[in-house]
């Protein structure tokens, strides 16, 4: 039993289902045999996520776009990155020490924003941070399932609301397009707070 072997089986569990018992079930080996190649089960689940960002193309900023455009490209590289890896955002948001591979590509990308972009280093990092940290959640917690056919009915049958029925107009958004409408507000917000003469004082 390698490392390797380890962090594949725990890639085909997920993040989200990854146990010392089922990484045992998955190898054919005993979990006295997993406990023997681990320091704990936080130490595997940290290299099984290290890998999976290790494989992960992250979504750098070209000459083509613009700062608004590279944050939406960044925003919906995390959103497909925390569906099709469940449990790993609760790791994204929680990168420390422990992970020096992840924190030296994330230096890498906010060092390419800030020379890209001509922007301080405080205004790249903050910048592109508060972006990706609105991403996982949004992507974790709220747009993640397309909302249900009935819920505009539902919503029109109210009598006792006064705006929310006004708003309801029979167009079916699904949860992606929800996430990039949210995502833009997050972004023409950070672009703008950047540039704000009490940025400064963050």
């Given at each position: 039993?390698?490392?390797?072997?380890?962090?594949?089986?725990g890639?085909?569990?997920?993040?989200?289902?990854?146990?010392?018992?089922?990484?045992?079930?998955?190898?054919?080996?005993?979990?006295?045999?997993?406990?023997?190649?681990?320091?704990?089960?936080?130490?595997?689940?940290?290299?099984?996520?290290?890998?999976?960002?290790?494989?992960?193309?992250?979504?750098?900023?070209?000459d083509?776009?613009?700062?608004?455009?590279?944050?939406?490209?960044?925003?919906?590289?995390?959103?497909?990155?925390?569906?099709?890896?469940?449990?790993?955002?609760?790791?994204?948001?929680?990168?420390?020490p422990?992970s020096?591979?992840?924190?030296?590509?994330?230096?890498?990308?906010?060092?390419?924003?800030?020379?890209?972009?001509?922007?301080?280093?405080?205004?790249?990092?903050?910048?592109?941070?508060?972006?990706?940290?609105?991403?996982?959640?949004?992507?974790?917690?709220?747009?993640?399932?397309?909302?249900?056919?009935?819920?505009?009915?539902?919503?029109?049958?109210?009598?006792?609301?006064?705006?929310?029925?006004?708003?309801?107009?029979?167009?079916?958004?699904?949860?992606a397009?929800?996430?990039?409408?949210?995502?833009?507000?997050?972004?023409?917000?950070?672009?703008t707070?950047?540039?704000?003469?009490?940025?400064?004082?963050?």
């Amino acid at each position: 039993m390698t490392e390797a072997n380890l962090i594949e089986a725990g890639i085909a569990l997920t993040l989200q289902k990854l146990t010392v018992k089922a990484v045992a079930e998955q190898l054919g080996v005993s979990i006295v045999a997993v406990y023997n190649n681990i320091e704990d089960l936080h130490s595997l689940k940290t290299a099984v996520a290290e890998e999976i960002l290790r494989r992960w193309d992250f979504p750098m900023p070209t000459d083509a776009d613009t700062f608004e455009e590279a944050l939406m490209n960044l925003s919906l590289g995390l959103r497909s990155l925390v569906h099709r890896n469940p449990g790993i955002a609760h790791y994204l948001v929680n990168i420390g020490p422990e992970s020096p591979m992840a924190i030296g590509r994330i230096d890498g990308v906010q060092q390419r924003y800030s020379t890209l972009f001509e922007l301080s280093p405080m205004q790249a990092r903050w910048a592109v941070t508060t972006v990706a940290e609105h991403a996982v959640a949004l992507a974790e917690l709220v747009h993640v399932a397309d909302p249900a056919p009935d819920d505009d009915a539902a919503m029109l049958a109210r009598t006792d609301l006064t705006l929310i029925p006004l708003t309801v107009d029979g167009k079916v958004r699904s949860a992606a397009t929800n996430f990039e409408w949210s995502m833009r507000a997050v972004i023409m917000g950070a672009t703008t707070i950047i540039d704000h003469p009490r940025f400064g004082l963050y």
